[in-house]
């Protein structure tokens, strides 16, 4: 016995340690809940891609690439819980289109939005030819030659200072080339030294190095003129890459932020008034173990916030209808477990027993009703849009967690409170209803 309440009194702390971590973050700032675009306000951008040049059977590695390497751009953006994903519009009109649709809370500026991401930068490493033309009207291609590294050969870039004594703390851009790209670079420097390397971006000359001896490393620096602020934007500009499809912008949305501002007020009420029904209702009809369940529902609560706030999950007005839907179904198992008890200790078993083969009896159920519903959140979750994957990803985790808080901690709590006997008031107090 002292085993089953040490455990209920444990979980009762962790409960109340959740709940509190999640409180306080929230309040002070340290941690707060990610906001979907239709509840923080922002920016939605839906491009088109062209797929007229690749073969169909490589349209779905394309899509793929393509919403990976805006994925990079958008949190190289610093947006907070960007949503980047693909879907096939039009097929109800017979003309389907592959789509790229990006979701940017927190941005209204739809320009600078469409801007930054559709910007590809193109980075161009070039020798200088050995009878370069001296005059000025000299293009670029009259000096040097074709490129033979670009930016495709990049793997990443990043802001690095200087550590020589005579350009201390100068900001630098450091590249890291593919696999391929450092081989290229390689045998260029190499069979080179002693020659002018230019580094151009979008056509315009950004250092012009001499080639000093062979560099194998696989990594390049890329120094000059820079402020920390402009060495920092170049890596972020390198880092965008190249888009594997082109693609065109065919429509902006703008979201108020007063929208997400009732509608979060708005389910915070419902989902505060749809706990305390509940767990009032439990109380009444079930006695104990209705108290015991609403104690298990707290800890649910808690422990979903904290998923919440630390996985973190982008909350949507559709995530927290899920929330709130899945509070009455977090009870459902209960309900189920209370209904076997009634019907054991109608049978004259002990309360002590009763508890026991109801949540045995009860438990096939339970698994094969939240199985179902797993499976539905999975299906939404994988064909539906972002509203609907918000609310399937709440939905499907909520189910989860029930379960475990259904079967785990009510059980516990009601193994705490030792029922021994089968007499009256026992009966009463945990059985359900009006009458057994």
């Given at each position: 016995m002292w085993k089953q309440r040490f455990f209920a009194l444990l979980l009762l702390v962790v409960g109340l340690g959740l709940g509190y971590l999640v409180y306080h973050n929230q309040t002070t700032g340290a941690k707060t809940f990610g906001l979907g675009l239709d509840l923080s306000g922002g920016t939605q951008l839906v491009y088109k891609a062209d797929i007229s040049g690749i073969p169909s059977a490589d349209v779905a590695d394309s899509m793929a690439a393509l919403r990976d390497t805006i994925e990079r751009r958008v949190n190289l953006f610093g947006v907070s819980e960007p949503i980047v994903q693909t879907e096939v519009g039009g097929t109800l009109t017979g003309?389907?289109?592959?789509?790229?649709?990006?979701?940017?809370?927190?941005?209204?500026?739809?320009?600078?939005?469409?801007?930054?991401?559709?910007?590809?930068?193109?980075?161009?490493?070039?020798?200088?030819?050995?009878?370069?033309?001296?005059?000025?009207?000299?293009?670029?291609?009259?000096?040097?030659?074709?490129?033979?590294?670009?930016?495709?050969?990049?793997?990443?870039?990043?802001?690095?200072?200087?550590?020589s004594s005579a350009t201390m703390s100068e900001p630098q851009v450091e590249l890291t080339f593919t696999s391929e790209g450092a081989q290229k670079f390689a045998d260029l420097t190499g069979k080179n030294v002693g020659r002018v390397f230019g580094i151009f971006l979008d056509g315009q000359p950004i250092s012009q190095p001499v080639i000093r001896e062979a560099i194998p490393s696989g990594t390049a620096v890329i120094s000059g003129a820079f402020t920390a602020d402009g060495a920092k934007e170049l890596a972020r500009n390198l880092n965008y890459g190249a888009l594997p499809l082109p693609i065109e912008i065919i429509g902006t949305q703008t979201v108020s932020s007063t929208l997400g501002d009732l509608a979060v007020r708005a389910g915070l009420y419902a989902g505060l008034l749809s706990v305390l029904v509940v767990m009032l209702f439990m109380i009444i009809w079930y006695r104990i173990p209705g108290l015991m369940a609403s104690l298990a529902l707290a800890i649910y609560i808690?422990?979903?916030?904290?998923?919440?706030?630390?996985?973190?999950?982008?909350?949507?007005?559709?995530?927290?209808?899920?929330?709130?839907?899945?509070?009455?179904?977090?009870?459902?198992?209960?309900?189920?477990?209370?209904?076997?008890?009634?019907?054991e200790m109608?049978?004259?078993?002990?309360?002590?027993?009763?508890?026991?083969?109801?949540?045995?009896?009860?438990?096939?159920?339970?698994?094969?009703?939240?199985?179902?519903?797993?499976?539905?959140?999975?299906?939404?979750?994988?064909?539906?849009?972002?509203?609907?994957?918000?609310?399937?990803?709440?939905f499907g985790l909520g189910v989860l967690v029930s379960m475990l808080t259904a079967i785990g901690v009510s059980r516990t709590f009601l193994r705490a409170v030792g029922a021994r006997g089968n007499n009256s008031f026992i009966r009463f107090f945990f059985g359900s209803g009006v009458t057994f």
């Open positions: 003309n389907p289109e592959q789509r790229l649709i990006v979701e940017l809370p927190g941005v209204t500026d739809t320009e600078r939005a469409v801007a930054l991401i559709g910007q590809t930068p193109v980075l161009e490493f070039r020798l200088r030819k050995l009878d370069a033309s001296t005059s000025t009207s000299a293009t670029i291609n009259d000096v040097f030659e074709p490129a033979t590294i670009t930016g495709k050969d990049v793997k990443t870039a990043q802001l690095v200072f200087s550590q808690a422990f979903m916030l904290a998923l919440f706030m630390y996985i973190p999950v982008t909350l949507t007005a559709a995530g927290i209808a899920g929330f709130i839907l899945s509070i009455g179904m977090a009870v459902d198992a209960n309900v189920l477990i209370f209904a076997r008890m009634r019907e109608k049978s004259g078993k002990t309360a002590a027993v009763a508890i026991s083969d109801g949540f045995a009896r009860a438990w096939p159920s339970i698994r094969d009703s939240n199985t179902s519903s797993i499976i539905t959140a999975v299906i939404l979750f994988w064909f539906g849009t972002s509203l609907i994957k918000g609310f399937a990803l709440v």
